[in-house]
């Protein structure tokens, strides 16, 4: 498809991208943060001196700025509590009164608690379409023998 000035859009007439369009190259940069990088370019050293020179004199963004580069934030932790063994769909309730206990406790924080519940569903969902799966077997080999 081309538009009315000749140039190709890449789309099909119903608008869709055509396969093969690229689009942007993988990796490629805008302009403004090339600029940006081009005026940098050399200075990393200065600046990275300037930064920790205002952090010492008291400018908490600057300190910030360089503890987040020591010692980023930590996006996840292991989580050490008590989880009961999940071998079948029924067990699933007591890992999950486990969980609503450890948080009622403090031992887990509430958005630790969301995401271990989530882990709980995903294997509840698992242990289930397994024991469905043993099921549609067993019931498959009861039907060819009759």
Do not use: W, Y
Not at 20 to 33: C, I, K
Not at 62 to 85: K, N, T
Not at 93 to 113: H, I, K, N, Y
């Amino acid at each position: 498809m081309t538009r009315n000035n000749g140039t190709k859009t890449g789309r099909d007439a119903s608008g869709r991208f055509t396969k093969g369009n690229p689009g942007r190259p993988r990796g490629a940069r805008h302009r403004a943060t090339q600029s940006a990088l081009a005026l940098l370019d050399g200075e990393a050293e200065r600046l990275t001196r300037r930064a920790v020179e205002l952090a010492f004199e008291g400018d908490s963004a600057a300190l910030r700025l360089c503890l987040e580069r020591i010692a980023p934030p930590m996006e996840d932790g292991p989580v050490v509590f008590d989880l009961p063994p999940m071998q079948s769909v029924s067990d699933v309730s007591q890992a999950a009164g486990a969980v609503l206990d450890a948080v009622a406790l403090g031992d887990l924080t509430p958005s630790e608690g969301v995401k271990i519940m989530a882990l709980v569903e995903t294997f509840r969902r698992t242990l289930e379409t397994t024991e469905l799966e043993a099921r549609v077997t067993a019931l498959e080999g009861n039907t060819h023998d009759a």
